[in-house]
């Protein structure tokens, strides 16, 4: 009996590891957050999520969900398209994995490094904006564009693009040929099959990679960091100040509060991810 009860365990062993990294770096996180939110000098307190309705910090909440959405939509777009280009051409082509591998760096080239070489671009002494004042009489290098909402939405899409291109080519790859046959041999036009049939099959996918996009977004912060240096637009710049701020008084765990708003956006954005990738994995196989 023994011997069976471990040979049954034995498949499950090589989970732990996953298990104890889970458990040290998202559960233990989460349930600290949890409780610091809704605690105060050692004692249950509301005083933390009372500052959440703030207008200060509901402008920054605005101001994160709007640059995620943008970015969001910006990166499913040019993305989805950038993937059906890829599906066109040849499933083992070169293209498809010179796309790919690139895709798959740039998609995690982010944090400071990503920042510096905006801000070495087009910032005020950068390469591009230097030259374009010089030559096309633009006014980059006296401008701070870069270095407000408007910087986070452009630089967030570098890395938004690419990784929606290798969300959304799985789905794109499920779209079988014999479908289009068979669409044609019923006498449907390019569009009415687009229309009828490619369209809302891909929907689901779609929806879901914004989704990610978002959420991929909202979650940032050393970009973001990096490039604003003067107040807190976006909801991770306002934990950052709460937690290195030494005027936040009453509120010691007010950065607890503001993580779990974000645990509690990111978790239901990613709960409408999970169930449109179950409807898209009906028909992708």
């Given at each position: 009996?023994?011997?069976t009860r471990l040979a049954r365990l034995r498949p499950?062993?090589?989970?732990?590891?996953?298990?104890?990294?889970?458990?040290?770096?998202?559960?233990?996180?989460?349930?600290?957050?949890?409780?610091?939110a809704f605690a105060e000098d050692g004692r249950p307190s509301l005083t933390n999520l009372a500052g959440l309705v703030?207008?200060?910090?509901?402008?920054?909440?605005?101001?994160?969900?709007?640059?995620?959405?943008?970015?969001?939509?910006i990166g499913g777009v040019v993305g989805a398209l950038v993937a059906y280009a890829v599906v066109t051409g040849r499933p083992d082509g070169a293209l498809r994995r010179l796309v790919t591998s690139v895709c798959g760096v740039l998609a995690q080239f982010g944090g400071v490094t990503l920042a510096f070489a905006f801000i070495a671009t087009l910032g005020i002494s950068g390469?591009?904006?230097?030259?374009?004042?010089?030559?096309?009489?633009?006014?980059?290098?006296?401008?701070v564009w870069l270095f407000g909402l408007k910087g986070l939405v452009l630089v967030y899409a570098y890395f938004q693009i690419p990784l929606m291109v290798i969300v959304f080519l799985p789905a794109l790859d499920g779209v079988r040929v014999q479908w289009r046959e068979a669409a044609s041999n019923l006498g449907a036009t390019t569009w009415q099959y687009w229309r009828l049939v490619g369209l809302p099959l891909?929907?689901?996918?779609?929806?879901?990679?914004?989704?990610?996009?978002?959420?991929?977004?909202?979650?940032a912060y050393a970009t973001a960091a990096a490039l604003v240096s003067q107040g807190s637009p976006i909801i991770p710049?306002?934990?950052?100040?709460?937690?290195?701020?030494?005027?936040?008084?009453?509120?010691?765990?007010?950065?607890?509060?503001l993580a779990l708003e974000m645990i509690v956006i990111v978790a239901v954005v990613m709960a409408g991810y999970s169930l449109l990738v179950r409807r898209t994995a009906r028909w992708v196989r």
């Open positions: 009996m023994a011997r499950a062993l090589g989970v732990v590891p996953f298990g104890v990294y889970l458990l040290i770096f998202l559960v233990v996180p989460t349930v600290t957050v949890v409780i610091g703030e207008p200060s910090v509901l402008t920054a909440l605005l101001n994160s969900v709007l640059v995620s959405a943008v970015t969001a939509v390469v591009v904006s230097t030259w374009l004042d010089a030559n096309l009489g633009t006014s980059l290098t006296s401008s891909l929907t689901p996918a779609f929806l879901g990679s914004l989704l990610l996009l978002f959420a991929n977004s909202f979650a710049l306002w934990i950052r100040s709460a937690l290195t701020s030494e005027v936040v008084l009453g509120r010691q765990n007010f950065a607890y509060a």
